[in-house]
Nanobody, 115 residues
């Protein structure tokens, strides 16, 4: 089992920045990749970014060039640095851990971009 706890959400003005954190615990040795997803009101959950065990990253087109996913192995934590935020980025952001056997989710953290 893997437990994930997100933090760092909040209210920010358009053009602003936030950094989300996802702390993992439990069977972290089994994790092959970590990802961020988001779900806006009335919309389906969508993939945002991923970082693999070897450090490779990939991003959804909607956030490419504005968001950066990274990790601190010593802290078992993955980050999502979000810059140049837009109102369309408003959503609940979820951390996802992928192992060969299962997929684990955090509880989500709310990000609201509004003036």
């Amino acid at each position: 089992q893997v437990q994930l706890v997100e933090s760092g959400g909040g209210l920010v003005q358009p053009g602003g920045s936030l950094r989300l954190s996802c702390a993992a615990s439990g069977s972290i040795f089994s994790i092959n990749a970590m990802a961020w997803y988001r779900q806006a009101p009335g919309k389906q959950r969508e993939w945002v970014a991923i970082i693999t065990r070897d450090g490779s990253t990939n991003y959804a087109d909607s956030v490419k060039g504005r968001f950066t996913i990274s990790r601190d192995n010593a802290k078992n934590t993955v980050y999502l640095q979000m810059n140049s935020l837009k109102p369309d980025d408003t959503a609940v952001y979820y951390c996802n851990a992928i192992s060969s056997m299962s997929s684990y989710w955090g509880q989500g953290t709310q990000v609201t971009v509004s003036s």
